[in-house]
């Protein structure tokens, strides 16, 4: 991660109950800031309906935030990122691309949206392959939607909505972003 995005200017810890503990690194270039967890791939995420969970095989992954810097106090949203990263060992939670994740208040002071959806990795960090049998490290980038964009995606789609918001050219790092139009 750090190849990618390089050294962390700050970095906080979570530790909820019956969790490992979650960090939040904080990355600045320019005028983009971006967050990425650490510690929510130590365990594959697993099949919460499984009777017997394995210690090694599933997915791993870990998020990555990207905002402009300067238009928001984006730095609360640590404690949510950090909620979210724990969710597969709390709820039992797979994180795939396409899913989307609530934390049911804004991301941050002010901000316009609640809930994210998961985009496809391998773009601005690359997987990190680990010894067999471990599955990978996938970092997926979230996007941050507004309750509308959520809705509508549940209805349509997250293909559906990723396809809305690049035919309005939707700066998905605003930070104080306006709902795209959804009729």
């Known amino acids: ?7 962390p200017d700050a970095r906080a810890a979570v530790t909820f109950l019956g969790t490992d503990r979650i960090e939040v690194l904080r990355f600045t270039e320019g005028d983009v800031v971006r967050y990425a967890t650490l510690g929510m791939s130590a365990h594959p995420m697993s099949d919460p309906t499984a009777l017997v969970t ?3 095989a599933g997915p791993r992954a870990e998020l990555v935030l990207s905002v ?7 730095d609360k949203v640590l404690r949510p990122l950090a909620v979210l990263a724990a969710s597969p060992q709390v709820e039992g939670l797979i994180v795939t691309p396409g899913a989307s994740l609530d934390v049911g208040d804004p991301l941050w002071p002010g901000a316009p949206f609640t809930s ?12 990190l392959e680990l010894d067999d049998p ?34 309005h050219g939707t ?3 605003d930070p104080v972003r306006r709902s795209i139009p959804l009729e």
């Open 68 to 74: 402009r810097a300067g238009v928001a106090d984006t």
């Open 134 to 167: 471990l599955d990978p490290v996938r970092f997926l980038p979230l996007l941050p939607m507004t309750p509308n964009e959520a809705a509508w995606k549940r209805v349509q789609g997250a293909q559906a909505l990723q396809e809305r918001w690049l035919t």
């Open 116 to 127: 994210v959806l998961v985009g496809e990795g391998g773009g601005l960090v690359e997987d």
């Open 54 to 56: 394995d210690p090694v």
């Open 1 to 7: 991660m750090t190849t990618a995005l390089g050294t």
């Open 171 to 173: 700066d998905l790092r």
